[in-house]
């Protein structure tokens, strides 16, 4: 059996459809307008607003990088990853949406380092895999997927395998 | 001032990885609290445990746990958590209790045994707990955020990885005149340089380590003191343990995105300076009033960031002062005189206590070789995670 894939939290992203339509998905507050990630249901958190049922809603495409940084080191349970196998460092991106005025975390696309990012370069976000759990014999097992952030026209959409 | 509260005594556990309960640690820095104030353990009337987590029961109920230790005496008890700035809360919990009435000599500890490498969440699955979920879905480690920062004061300020090796060559040299230090060995900026590089811009040494260590205070009324032979204490004058106003626009552990500022503007000041405001608001001085602080060093480059949040000098201005020694020992407004995190390591719930500590023997005029000459006023600052203010304005 193929290897299922889940998203590593449900309805924090889109999970079906072409990679160009992937998207975050955030709340809204349908009285004052905020926006939240990940995604705040049942209330809002605007002190200045008595609030109401907040809405699903897909955040910008693209943002602004904020700042950026890599994990040299393996990080800590929870994080999905084979201690059998050797260690690939991953970038982390902070990404500023300007629609949304809010700044969004991610890693970056495979292949993106540090030294292909800039604070203001303009990134996207893409669908991406996480980890990959073993099966138990019944089955191949499951790929967790997440989004990724990666930089627009530096020619890494074509480089980066 | 009626809102002053009198520091009897100061007491540390030395810090280091020493293998043993964070009980032991948090009984030997209250004994040496206590000595030093001259206060028999039965006569204490409250104690005030800061908590930690990783304990189990014991940790989670420390004001109770160290009552035991010390041996049931039935003072009044009191147990809190506020991530790193539950020794601040610790001490705003016996100065409030002082100050209402409750009792007139308080006993404040925190201590832990922390593990070796990156902090990690609370076991188990845990999906509605924002901590659990950066470790999960980022691998965003405390490192990686305080590299966002430094990369971010890079980018906008123009620091330098070689300006934030100056913070632990100043810090190092302060820590190495402290016993109580975990490091205390001098670091040059070709060794900061050398070591291995964390999270992109930081290295080993530009990031604090995990480690063991107890600190406690005995805090009173200034009518107590007086009767206690103490004409004169160090005074704590503010405790600053204010949150965030929304929305809140800087990235912050262990937070996966900033709120949106598309209903409200956010504040002009980041929340890490709100803390400092607070607290000089409550003591009725400013930054050219001090003559020391004690800031959470995390990271050198986050240290940076402090003296822009505390007053010291305008935003972006961190490094210059560094570089031309103001924040060193000897410099115009030495920062981290203990040697600071990056001398002592983290040990979560005693770090906060640690700095008053520290204040308390700068302002008796006690610290030795570390003394900074003449101090009559200090601050401490640092930030416990999900949005803990904490400060402390001393004075003598
Ligand atoms: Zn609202």
Redesign the pocket.
């Known amino acids: 059996m193929p290897r299922k894939r889940i998203p590593v939290v449900a309805g924090w992203f889109t999970e079906d459809g072409p990679d160009e339509e992937f998207r975050l998905l955030g709340t809204r507050?349908p009285?004052?307008s905020?926006v939240f990630f990940p995604r705040q249901d049942g209330f809002?958190r605007?002190p200045g607003?008595t609030?109401g049922e907040p809405v699903e809603v897909p955040l910008s495409r693209r943002g602004t990088v904020w700042s950026y940084t890599d994990g040299r080191y393996r990080p800590p349970a929870p994080y999905p990853c084979d201690p059998d196998m050797p260690w690939e460092p991953y970038t982390l991106v902070a990404v500023e949406l300007a629609a949304e005025r809010m700044v969004v975390l991610g890693q970056a696309a495979p292949g993106v380092g540090v030294a292909d990012l800039a604070v203001g370069m303009t990134v996207e976000v893409v669908p991406g895999v996480l980890g990959t759990e073993s099966g138990d014999g019944t089955d191949d097992g499951t790929v967790w997927t997440t989004w990724h952030w990666r930089p627009v026209d530096t020619g890494l959409r074509d480089g980066a395998r | 001032m009626s809102g002053d509260v009198a520091v009897l005594g100061a007491g540390m556990h030395p810090w280091g990885k020493w293998g043993r309960s964070f009980v032991e640690y948090g009984r030997v820095a209250a004994r040496n609290a206590l000595a030093d104030a001259g206060i028999d353990w039965p006569d204490v009337q409250s104690v005030v445990g800061a908590d930690t987590v990783r304990g189990g029961y014991p940790g989670y109920v420390a004001g109770a746990t160290f009552a035991q230790a010390l041996g049931w005496q039935g003072a009044r008890v009191t147990s809190v958590y506020a991530a790193c700035a539950s020794g601040a809360q610790a001490v705003n919990t016996a100065r409030a209790q002082i100050l209402a009435g409750m009792a007139d000599v308080v006993l404040v500890v925190g201590a832990d045994a922390a593990p070796k490498g990156f902090f990690a969440p609370a076991g188990g699955e845990r999906p509605n707990d924002p901590d659990w979920l950066r470790f999960r879905v980022l691998g965003a480690t405390n490192p990686t955020y305080f590299a966002l920062y430094a990369r971010r004061r890079m980018a906008v300020h123009g620091d330098t990885p070689e300006d934030f090796a100056l913070v632990k060559v100043k810090n190092a040299a302060a820590g190495a005149l402290n016993r109580n230090a975990r490091y205390r060995a001098p670091v040059s900026a070709e060794q900061v340089a050398a070591s291995a590089v964390v999270a992109d811009p930081l290295r080993l040494l530009d990031i604090c380590a995990t480690s063991d260590g107890g600190a406690a205070l005995v805090l009173s009324s200034m009518e107590f003191a007086r009767r206690h032979g103490a004409a004169d204490p160090v005074r704590i004058r503010a405790v600053s343990t204010v949150t965030p106003t929304y929305p809140k626009a800087v990235l912050d552990l262990p937070d996966i995105a900033t709120d949106s500022a598309v209903?409200v503007e956010p504040a002009t000041a980041s929340f890490r300076a709100s803390i400092a405001r607070a607290a000089y608001e409550e003591a009725g001085i400013g930054p050219s009033d001090l003559s020391l602080a004690e800031v959470y060093d995390l990271s050198t480059a986050l240290e940076l960031e402090w003296y822009e949040d505390i007053g010291l000098c305008p935003a972006g201005g961190g490094a210059a002062l560094v570089r031309e020694g103001a924040t060193a020992l000897g410099g115009r407004i030495p920062v981290n005189p203990s040697g600071g995190l990056a001398s002592f390591g983290e040990a979560v719930p005693a770090q906060a206590i640690a700095q008053v500590c520290e204040l308390t023997w700068q302002l008796r005029g006690t610290a030795g070789d570390r003394q900074v000459p003449g101090a009559r006023a200090g601050i401490t600052a640092n930030q416990g995670l999900f949005g803990h203010g904490s400060a402390v304005v001393a004075v003598r």
Do not use: H, I
């Open positions: 507050c009285l004052c905020s809002c605007n607003c609030g | 209903a």
